[in-house]
């Protein structure tokens, strides 16, 4: 059974950091895009950006030059790292497995595997 969990998400101020962990059990994804999404309260789920299964990663505009994605095949794991974190990052980020092998969507309906999610709260 693939089970993909957050971690790393807590409270921290505007201008600060944080980095999150996506540890994934049950098989390998190797040949899958990472991605990761938020959604805040009253919203709907956010494309945050993707890593391709080279290890090119996509980003929205609204995290560009902020955050940075990075994977760990040997471990199984993707990371997040968010720095420059506004009041306005504040949401339930998910990380998910791509639906295709070699697929490199950015819409949720891209993906067929999620996490439980972690919140991040930046404080103003």
């Known amino acids: 059974q693939v089970q993909l969990v957050e971690s790393g998400g807590g409270l921290v101020q505007a201008g600060g950091s944080l980095r999150l962990s996506c540890a994934i059990s049950?098989?390998?994804?190797?040949?899958?895009?990472m991605g990761w999404f938020r959604q805040a309260p009253g919203k709907e789920r956010e494309f945050v950006g993707v890593?391709?299964?080279?290890?090119?990663?996509f980003y929205s505009d609204s995290v560009k030059g902020r955050f940075t994605i990075s994977r760990d095949n040997a471990k199984n794991t993707v990371y997040l790292q968010m720095n420059s974190l506004k009041p306005e990052d504040t949401a339930i980020y998910y990380c998910?497995?791509?639906?295709?092998?070699?697929?490199?969507?950015?819409?949720?309906?891209?993906?067929?595997?999620w996490g439980q999610g972690t919140q991040v709260t930046v404080s103003s």
């Open positions: 890593i391709s299964w080279l290890g090119i990663p």
């Open positions: 049950g098989r390998t994804f190797s040949s899958y895009a």
């Open positions: 998910a497995v791509s639906r295709i092998q070699y697929g490199l969507g950015k819409a949720p309906s891209d993906f067929g595997f």
